[in-house]
């Protein structure tokens, strides 16, 4: 979906990257314009995987290593990179990466990206994949949105980098307030030049969604997920996050958003630092807050 949308503007109505709508917004060339709508956000303490056999047992022992990700500019990829960097002193500059498909081989950048000079890149050797590599012990790690596929096969030698993720993620949210934004939603810019209310509909719509959707995950005489503990975990999340952990709209989530824009820039994605208010269309932000 992000691919159709990115090179070839497939759709009127879209969840789009973060990173990917960042670096169009940075180059002026946004062929879409979002708004406040955060269809997926993640604490992406998950998506860093290790070789277990190399005595990797904290982030400063990446230093040096070889680790594999399947795009630069995902979003997942920038949040670890971030993290890692302001919060445990490991510069994206200190590891030596590896770029490919992640349990096929081949795939390439959605944007065209230019990275700082720092960066050490190489692409995978042609017809092997990451988790091939990972494997095979060509590569230390993993950095990603999903586990590649011997993490999930149960691999003896496979694990993440963190153990207790939950708890990593939690002390970092208590710490920052931070709950990482993925996915914005986002509308052809054409289209809400043409229908200047389309943009806070929008927000109107999915806000009402969202909140039928946590409605019925909190109704737990029969659950709406495939999923153990539904209670225990929703209370969890509460008295960690507040009533609210998912919220839209623009003034509660601009740390978030600011951090990360920062993030993207310091790691030479975007080519300026953007502003939050730049991403969002101004009718959305607007019909939000009234």
Not at 37 to 53: G, M
Not at 76 to 90: C, D, K, P, S, T
Not at 133 to 152: S, T, Y
């Amino acid at each position: 979906m992000f691919f159709r949308a990115f090179r070839h503007q497939a759709f009127d109505i879209c969840e789009l990257s973060l990173s990917s709508y960042a670096i169009s917004v940075a180059r002026g060339d946004a062929h879409y314009v979002a708004v406040p709508v955060y269809l997926s956000r993640a604490f992406r303490h998950t998506s860093v995987y290790i070789r277990t056999d190399r005595g990797i047992q904290t982030p400063a022992d990446l230093k040096g290593r070889r680790i594999g990700i399947a795009e630069y500019q995902l979003t997942a990829n920038v949040w670890v990179r971030g993290i890692l960097a302001e919060h445990y002193g490991l510069d994206p500059a200190d590891v030596q990466w590896v770029r490919g498909g992640m349990n096929t081989s081949g795939r390439p950048e959605k944007i065209k990206v230019a990275l700082p000079d720092s960066i050490r890149m190489e692409a995978a050797p042609e017809g092997r994949s990451l988790n091939d590599l990972l494997v095979a012990g060509e590569i230390d790690g993993f950095i990603g949105p999903r586990a590649p596929r011997c993490h999930d096969e149960g691999h003896p030698l496979i694990g993440r980098l963190w153990s207790d993720t939950v708890a990593e993620a939690s002390e970092y949210f208590g710490k920052t307030g931070i709950f990482p934004i993925m996915h914005v939603l986002g509308l052809r810019r054409s289209l809400a030049e043409a229908h200047p209310w389309l943009p806070g509909a929008l927000v109107k719509a999915f806000t009402r969604a969202r909140d039928l959707a946590q409605e019925a995950l909190a109704d737990t005489s029969a659950t709406k997920v495939t999923m153990p503990f539904v209670e225990d975990t929703l209370a969890r999340a509460r008295r960690l996050m507040g009533p609210d952990p998912w919220s839209y709209g623009l003034g509660q989530n601009r740390a978030v958003l600011d951090t990360f824009l920062r993030y993207h820039h310091e790691q030479g994605l975007s080519p300026r630092r953007v502003t939050p208010e730049e991403l969002f269309h101004p009718a959305s932000v607007e019909s939000y807050s009234l």
